[in-house]
């Protein structure tokens, strides 16, 4: 029900230097082509934005419209990390919990609450063209066997015959985010 940035923030290139200038960042954004401010988050690290809609839309409708949002934001020099702003599967960090990446957690907090929009609104104002309304969900990718059929599995199983997952098992999962 959203389309969404995730603006980083640090000294590494294709980040914000702090999150006030990724904040200025995108109100310099919509005012320059008049897209609404959106819900702002301090993510606990960087800054993630939201467009929210009026209502919600299917994957197979809000995929495309994604990825012409990320070619806009691109095209006007906003700093994102890609790997989110098309993804419908990312979930950002919810408002009330931590950032943990760092020896300190932060909390993620909201800074501005925007106003929801219409879908085909932000589809104009991204100059972007709404998928037609016969898009069929992929069902093509339901059964991922193959035709073939495979032994039950088991977790408890794994743990016998992988170092690593014996670790996360005997650690209760409180393991290092690269692990």
Known sequence: KSFWVDADCGSEEGKYKTQRDAVVAIHALCKKTALPIPTIVNSGGG???YWTLTEAVESAVWTPIARQFKAFLTAHGFLQDTSRTSDCASVLRPVGTHNRKKLQP??????????????????ELIGAELPSADIMPDTDN??????????ASSAHRLVMFCETMKHVADVRGDVSEPL
């Open 47 to 49: 800054i993630h934005a």
């Open 106 to 123: 932060r909390a993620v907090a909201l800074v501005h609450e925007g106003e929801d929009t219409a879908v085909e609104t932000f589809v």
């Open 142 to 151: 339901d059964d991922l066997g193959g035709g073939i059929e495979y032994p």
